[in-house]
């Protein structure tokens, strides 16, 4: 970043325009990006924003003009006091009015819009951008909710532009001292002489974690599927017998997973399917993607149906099961090369927060680049969901026809058929609700690197699918009431996993959605709402309660002789308490005091009544 072009200096103090509004507040400039050609300028309480040249002012201009500009013009109750928020710019009271009328004679008119606090109205809780109110709130607060509202709205509009930053988790609460603002200010120009835009909070052990987690992801997914190929796959017989190299690798298989992988590219580009915007980047653009997933799938299953009535034996995927998982796992890794290297070419601001540490061996586990693309082509986009998640459902139809076929069965078992239809269902349902993974942490957050691209491409299609590889070979047999009570289980957690990721994804694609009027939310600083009744209310994380729900309906199929079936429900509890634990942190750090009143609301984060 350079202060060479821009007209604004760092440590200087301005008058910046306030998203949505024509007021002006006092603000220290922090730096200028000249990529983004937006300035980072801190407000009294520590609150960053990002502005554009043109909504910047200086104070000696502004006070010359100020008497005819908007904010200054209007009648003097458009003035705040030190407590309230831009947010709330049209609130009119009459004793309110006469107060500020009074304190207008008293004080420069500058020196009032200095102080002000920025961040969340004072009760956070408020009903969507429908604005229908508790009752016992609705007269106090009517005003109050249909001015934030309005700012809400005009900042969703900006937000392209403006990018919001609270830097404290109080913030909002606390007025910062003239000195401490001073303090920060300088500590803040200090760090980014220091490091531009590195990311300095490393997660998965750091360095040293990510450097194991490289050699550890692959070596657990072979120890699993050779524990599973035993005849007995107990415990007591761990460590499984080392493979001879040919039952690893193999030509003619690597072949087929490349062509598999490129099938599916090749289905990605079909011009079918709608095309949507993702969220707003950093940089302010919005990325297209293309819908046609379900296309995909329903494609690959013709294809497959006509191949296995041509005679094409399913079943060699499992008798070769270890060698697919190998050219998968170099497949990825070939990938997450190609990733890395192209990263250190692509600009800062399409840089994942997270995938910047400068660190070789983490960035290239983490991810660096967000979205990276070939043209029109989503590289991370297209991994979440084809190659991998529709492989895992082709592998299990592999495992379906072994069973039969091993098992000498006229009709693969009803644990097969349970496991099989269960992870069916979720399969597509991820692909018929595609859009959906536009909000998700992956797509939003985290870098495509080693962990996604080996997550997508070998972890879910060959450890998602022990349980189907399990049954080939330790038939299970259920009666009808587990059958029943195992069925019931899965619709239960598919039932509050669809809900509540649909109706997170309707609120964050259109908080004015009228369905979901019935929710109430706590405003951010941000500008975005935060929903806190209905499923979202009930846990912090329903979508993953849901989950973990339908994971266990799926190991129960395989019985309780062994532990092996239920590694995907012990791997997935910690995944998602882990993953719960990094998307809090993020959150609490993008919505601050919000996010704790978020959590003072809603106790449990997963498990209801436990954690
Ligand atoms: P979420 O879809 O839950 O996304 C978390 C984000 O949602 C937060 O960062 C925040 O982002 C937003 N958010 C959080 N709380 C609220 C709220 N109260 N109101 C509105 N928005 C809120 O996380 P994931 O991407 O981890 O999960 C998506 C789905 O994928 C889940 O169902 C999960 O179970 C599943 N999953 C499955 C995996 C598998 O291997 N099978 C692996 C990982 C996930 P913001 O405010 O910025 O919008």
Known sequence: MTMASNRFQSGEMVMGRWPGSSLYYEVKVLNFNSNTQLYTVIYKDGTELELKEVDIKRVSGFRQSGGRSRSRSRSPSRRRSRSRSPGRVTRRSTSRTMETRKDARKEPKVKEVQEVRLSPVEKPVENNSNNKHDKKEENDTTNRVSEKSEAESESNRIGVRYNLRPRKEEVGTKVMEPEEVEKKVAERLRERKVSVE??????????IGAFFMIFLLPTITVILLLMCSQKDPSLMNFPPALPSLDAVWDVQVFGLVVLWFFFQALLYLLPVGKVVEGLPLRSGKRLKYRINGFYAFILTALVLGVAHYQGVDLSYIHANFLQFSVSAMILSVLLSLYLYVRSCWVPQEDLAPAGNSGNVIYDFFIGRELNPRIKSFDLKYFCELRPGLIGWVVINMSMLVAEMKIQKLDAPSPAMMLVNGFQLLYVADALWNEEAILTTIDIVHDGFGYMLAFGDLVWVPFTYSLQSFYLVNHPSAL???????????NLIGYFVFRKANSQKNAFRRNPADPKLSHLR?????????????GLWGFVRHPNYLGDLIMALAWSLPCGFSHILPYFYIVYFTCLLIHRDARDEKQCRRKYGSAWNEYCRQVRYRIFPGIY
């Open 198 to 207: 590195r990311s300095t909070e490393l997660e998965f052990g750091g360095r």
């Open 479 to 489: 009666s009808l009431t587990w059958l029943v009570t195992i069925i019931t289980l």
């Open 521 to 533: 939310t706590i405003p951010t600083a941000t500008g975005k709402s935060l929903l806190v009744s």
